[in-house]
């Protein structure tokens, strides 16, 4: 049984194709920030308060007027139909069986529809303004008309970064068995047989939105997809956006105080601090570095989320401490995907659940309420041993 989300991750190692648990796993370059991210949070400890009574914890919050059962959500991740069938509906029935909410990716295997339906409307949207304009429209009215809560604008998307761990094993959408990645796909037997049997694979949310895509299948309807995102996007861009949706908006990939006021200026209603989980951009700083500089620019305007490098209840903690309002989780909720469909998505948010609670009784700090910078210390920065020049 998985006790941590590193036992999860374990257990997608084990199921996954090598190419595809490195496609969920891996980043951008040399992948430092997505070792970084985690490398921030080891930085940071704690200050425990003693002799606090924490005979009742409550973990509960409000994010974007949704109520929850803990600031853990599910953030957007591309394509979770691949490592278990229907996935995102999978994903998204865990989700709202734990008190929690999904917010879909654009670019998934069931529809915003499919979604909403089976999460019983516990769903954010998450998008990005394409350069086709009228197909972005089309996109937020259908999630406005499936009952999507809130809506995420991705802005750190200018242009799709290099994934050499995905160049090295010639990772395609769909997966394709070749001679070079035979043996170790058809070693996964579970994985192979769930997905023969499922429904066919393909970007869902843009079946029948244009004629340009020639086809429905992946390869043709991926292939037009990627030519949509556009590096001309700007702030302009962002106030026509506002214009299309009247819900809760908020801007994904914010790192900068100057980026998070000019967000709020604009009408947003959030932040989520992230850098892609490190699969954009590399030596990007860890997302949990760069919140407090955010959440002070914003200066309780707008709710601030952290995403990138979450992997324990006590991550959570400190970035709520730090100022964030709840925290966005992509990798753990994948690695219990494919590890168990929904029960292993419902595994994964509770772990991080349980750990939460945890820890806040061990720092003495009963409610969320109660969390705030005081509650934590950054340690000095260490060069890591790859780092120190040899004598």
């Not at 992230?274 to 949990?288: E, F, K, T």
């Not at 929904?342 to 772990?351: F, K, L």
Request: glycine residues 8%.
């Amino acid at each position: 049984m998985a006790i941590n989300i590193e036992d999860l991750r374990r257990l997608a190692r084990r199921r996954l194709p090598r190419a595809l648990f490195d496609f969920v796993d891996g980043g951008g370059g040399d992948e430092w920030s997505v070792r970084e991210n985690r490398a921030a949070f080891e930085r940071i400890t704690f200050r425990p308060r003693v002799l606090v009574d924490v005979s009742k914890r409550d973990m509960t919050t409000t994010v974007l007027g949704q109520k929850l059962a803990s600031p853990v959500v599910c953030a957007p991740t591309g394509m979770p139909g691949l490592l278990w069938p229907r996935g995102e509906v999978e994903a998204a029935k865990a989700a709202a069986r734990v008190g929690s909410i999904y917010t879909l990716a654009t670019r998934a295997t069931c529809s915003i529809e499919e979604v909403a339906e089976a999460a019983n409307g516990r769903v954010w949207f998450q998008v990005y303004v394409w350069q086709d304009r009228e197909l972005t429209r089309k996109l937020v009215e259908r999630a406005e008309a499936a009952g999507a809560k809130a809506m995420f604008l991705t802005v750190d998307v200018q242009v799709v970064s290099q994934r050499e761990r995905d160049l090295r094993n010639g990772f395609t959408v769909p997966p394709k068995v070749t001679l070079k990645n035979a043996t170790d796909t058809l070693r996964k037997v579970d994985w192979l047989w769930r997905m023969l049997r499922g429904p066919k694979i393909t970007d869902r949310n843009f079946l029948g939105l244009s004629t340009r895509a020639g086809g429905s299948d992946l390869v043709r309807l991926g292939g037009y997809v990627n030519s949509l995102y556009d590096p001309s996007v700007d702030w302009d861009d962002f106030r026509w956006f506002r214009s299309l949706w009247k819900g809760p908006l908020v801007i994904k990939g914010i790192t900068t105080a100057e980026d998070a006021r000019l967000a709020v200026d604009h009408g947003a209603d959030g932040v989520v601090v992230s850098n892609h989980g490190g699969r954009q951009l590399d030596y990007m700083p860890a997302s949990i570095d760069a919140l407090p500089e955010v959440v002070d620019a914003i200066g309780g305007r707008a709710e601030v989320l952290l995403d990138s490098g979450v992997r324990r209840g006590t991550d959570v903690v400190k970035a709520l401490a730090l100022g964030a309002r709840a925290c966005m989780v992509g990798r753990p909720y994948l690695w219990g995907l494919a590890s168990g469909g929904q029960p292993g998505v419902e595994r994964a948010i509770t772990i991080l659940n349980s750990e939460i609670d945890r820890t806040l009784a061990l720092v003495g700090r009963p409610t969320l309420a109660d969390l705030d910078p005081s509650a934590v210390r950054h340690a000095q920065r260490v060069a890591s041993p790859a780092a120190i020049p040899a004598v």
